[in-house]
């Protein structure tokens, strides 16, 4: 559950970037840091625990207006300083901050640390910062390279003090959105690090590469061809993601279910002719009424949430439904069934097992 935020553009980076995170802690996490481009250099920051604590500890002047940040939830190695990120290069240059898990990073450190590369963490994510530094040149291309050659998820934000003016970000199962300002642009995870800033952005896909300026951004896929992407615009304000008076966010979500009830029925339901209107679905009446089945994937509270809702299909349209588990469902081998609605349940839409789930459907012609 990692988060980043990033910016650029005229204003101090810093308090920015800190602010974010604190958005982001609902996620969970057990370290964070911050790199911001001074006029010295890249000046990195990090410290397991909470984000106050890492920010109790900031130097006094940490000027720059680029920089990245990140909350960490420990995959490869323990939630020490050393295994929080931003993470660097040999030479100190580049900064990475990583979601996701890096499959052959094994292999990849392998071969770096025969070429002279001296890693300090037990981070998959520190191959990522080697791998580009060994490539070099424009920062853009050496990322898109870089991630040629690695297998698993990533969602990625990159600096480089020698190429001041952009931050590159990519995705590949792990979401990155970029935030559209005035003259300055946000880099996240998740638009909940940037609503007080912008209610502008752009969803990277899979497999895109994004090199985000002061002054904008384009986009190419791995194969450096590139893409086109239409700005979407936030529905929500940025009270919707804050804490508010509310002691902590599970207290506020518990709070807020019938307001958050309300407003997913908002518009969707047809009291005159007793139906409902139901958007996003990519479905025609004939499809609708060629399915037989419902199943619903989900992890954790998802699952639990796919289980109330099979509940209500069922009883609803008497059409079957039941819910699985998505972490084994791709393991039984399953049977995949041309009249059954899959529908893939996930609260930050980048759990692993839910979207292998999906691709398992997607392989098997569901």
């Known amino acids: ?9 005229r204003q101090d980076a810093l308090p920015i970037l800190i602010a974010g995170l604190h958005r982001l802690e609902y996620r969970g996490y057990d370290s964070s840091g911050v790199a911001v481009l001074a006029r010295t250099g890249l000046k990195v920051h990090k410290a397991a625990g909470k984000v106050r604590q890492m920010e109790a500890t900031l130097p006094r002047r940490l000027k720059g207006t680029v920089g990245i940040a990140h909350t960490r939830w420990a995959t490869h190695g323990e ?80 600096l480089d003090a020698r190429q001041p003016d ?9 979401p990155v959105v970029i935030g559209i300002g005035e003259k300055e642009m946000f880099v996240a995870s998740d638009v ?24 904008g951004y384009r986009t190419v896929n791995l194969d450096d061809e590139p893409t086109s992407k239409a700005p ?35 518009g969707r339901l047809d009291l005159q002719f007793n139906t409902a209107h139901l958007g996003g679905l990519n479905l025609t009446p004939r499809d609708l009424l060629d399915i037989k089945r419902v199943k619903i994937l989900g992890c954790g509270s998802a699952y639990y949430s796919g289980i109330g809702g099979a509940h209500l299909i069922e009883t609803l349209t008497r059409v079957p439904a039941d819910a699985e588990a998505a972490s084994e469902f791709r393991y039984r081998n399953p049977v995949i069934e041309k ?21 398992e ?3 098997k012609g569901g």
């Open 166 to 174: 952009r931050i590159v970000a990519a995705r590949n199962g792990s």
């Open 232 to 266: 979407a615009t936030v529905q929500w304000g940025h009270e919707a993601y804050d804490r508010g008076e509310h002691e902590h966010y599970m207290l506020k979500e518990i709070l807020e279910q019938p307001e958050a009830c309300e407003r997913t029925l908002k």
């Open 192 to 215: 909940a690090a940037l609503v007080r800033h912008t209610a502008h952005v752009v969803y990277l896909d899979d497999r895109e590469v994004a090199v985000v300026e002061a002054g």
């Open 361 to 363: 459907v997607q392989r």
């Open 339 to 359: 009249d059954c609605l899959y529908v893939a349940v996930s609260q930050s839409g980048e759990t692993a097992d839910t979207l292998a789930a999906v691709h």
């Open 1 to 9: 559950m990692c988060g980043i935020v990033g910016y650029i553009g």
């Open 79 to 158: 939630p020490t300083d050393a295994n929080a990120h931003p993470h660097l290069d040999c030479s100190g240059n580049i900064a990475v901050v990583h979601n996701g898990i890096i499959e052959n990073a094994a292999d990849l450190r392998a071969e770096l640390e025969a070429s002279g590369h001296v890693f300090h963490s037990e981070t998959d994510t520190e191959v990522l910062a080697h791998l580009i530094e060994a490539i070099g040149g424009e920062l853009d291309q050496a990322v898109r390279q870089a991630l040629t050659a690695i297998q698993g998820t990533y969602g990625i934000a990159v």
